[in-house]
């Protein structure tokens, strides 16, 4: 951390408001596992596009951008990018959205266009956009629409590219692939002769190469280039599938972002997988925190109906895959516990993608996982609740066979089973959800709408929880080790958790995150004191938490024309020492103040111009670069005292030309709230 940052998170110990709200789950994604991507030269990143986010790659790690306009999820996944002038344009329903940089701008079309593949020619300075019921072409100029009827044309549809090689736009469609190319008024054949079964393949243009790549197809994933005037095969990996996928060059390859196929880079003609873990999407999988370890475990689960996984994950805030020598067969639904007393981890049964439910017991030192033959074991079940119990050992209720629900009650301890007896209220509509309670040293377990406390010898029947009257019931229980309480998932509808010295009584705390009508995946992060909802409903996790990470634009700028504008580069959470505040001054080269400070004003300057923070603190000289960004580094400690904490910021940029003041422009305001 530099000395500005030090003197800077100094100033904290007399200042401020830590503001906290309702404890809810907040989506707090740690990479894009898919979207649109575009190369930005001047910067040197590419900047990828997902559903209402933004991120950058600087070739070897991503950083989500905060505070800019909301990004457009409107239309398709096609973006493209100007680099004279250093916009993005991204297709959308009825049009495109452009992005400068700070603000988005919309460009509708006459009419409702039924548009489909989009490139931007470089040579020509305008989008092109094919029809998808026609054999027009659309252009947009930046100022205005124009359709444009050849004289012949190779069809409807199909995906476009501007080839920087030849200075056209080439579109690629049909079987075996043809190729033609944009004068702006003609197509002219450039290759009838491409592979087969790659009419459904995306194309781009790799400049690292200067060829025509198209990747993709149905049912096999290929990868085939254009070299010259020769179609080339590419080898792929045969893991690769057809999910949904980004495809761009990123500097130094074709950056391959896949939510199922994780972080590959083509380079040259080999495909190399990028260090970045990151488990693939499932559903159930064994999942269990160990409190100290101080990390979770996640084994399987269900990747597709027909598939099912067998990797082993441990999770502290951070992803990390292991590699154990052996490990239990794929299955999903198993029961995974922490066992104190032998300071591992318990699994049991689950089952197979033959639909055969499983009755081994396994154990994971850390390292390895092996398989346990106890003399007595509990019959074969899947989707049981399994915990750790007072003694030390591991708790097992209920759950699945082939036909019906069990009510029988279990608990591992000294290294084999033993049947307790039967649950209480443990019925055939119902099956129990039950985590461990570490301030009380007791088993906590929801049937139906009942609670139920196990201390090791005795059930005592608990409070009711209060469930709304349509009658959800519990999907998900799980140790808060920040509050040291339970927190209960209902399903769909609230979020609850305990109040009280004994454990039984419930306290509504507000409305679930909408991810949780996906069935929810709680685990304790015992090293950050957090709850996280690692369900997969786009790729993302969750945080259970008042004080989310977020930054917000607040106020407004001023300027002649477009304003200058400020966002977090990375979330503002803990220990984020990436952290950064990015200026784009939309001025090359552009001398600038950056205030940051923590009380709002409103002092007007006059022509709309006004200064949105009161005494800042902080106030630093920077100059942007040759694309028009200005990065200060602000590195934020791991310090939980800062939890809630919100900053303001706000630039004055020197730019005489737009300045409606005489020499200055300034931004919006930007909020900053730490957080998870």
Known sequence: MHAASLAFWGTLCTVVPCLAQTPAFAVAPLLPLSGTGVFDARRNVVTVLQSGSMWDWDGTSFRQRLGLAPTYSSGTSWAVYDPQLGEIHKAVSNGIATWNGVNWRSAPTPTMWPLSGMAFDVARRRVVRLFSNSTDVAEWDGAQWARITPPASPGTGGFLVYDSTRGRCVRAAGDPLTLWSWDGGTWTLVDGNGPAGQGTSGITFDPGGNRLLVHGGSPVQATWAYEGAAWVSVPTPPSFTQSAFTFVFDGTGMLRCSVVDGFWRLEGNVWRRLPIEYPVPRSAPGLASSPSWRQALMFGGSQTPNTRLDDTWTFDGTWQRQVPGQSPPPRENAGLAWSAAEQRFLLFGGKNAQQQVLADTWAWDGTNWMALQPANAPAARTAMAMTGDPSGGVLLLGGRDTSQ??????????????????????????QAVACHDLQRNQTVAVIGSQTWIWDGTNWVQGQSVPFSPSG???TAIVWRPETRTVLILESSQYTR????????QWTLLGPAHPSSSIAPQLVSDFENQRVWNLSYPFGGLSVFTATPAQADRFGYGCAFGATPGLSADGRPRLGNAAFAIDTVTLLPNAPLLLAIGFTEQGQHLGSGCVVWIAQPPAIHFLAADAAGHARFSLPIPAQSS????????????????RSPLGSIVLTDGLRISIGD
């Open 642 to 657: 800062l939890l809630g904490v919100q900053l303001l910021a706000q630039a004055a940029v020197f730019d005489p030309a």
């Open 405 to 430: 629900l069990l009510a029988d009650h279990w608990r591992w301890q000294n290294g084999s089973w033993q049947q307790v007896g039967a649950a209480p209220g443990l019925a055939a509509q119902y």
């Open 472 to 474: 959800p019931l519990a």
């Open 497 to 504: 958790a305990t109040a009280g010295g004994d454990g039984t």
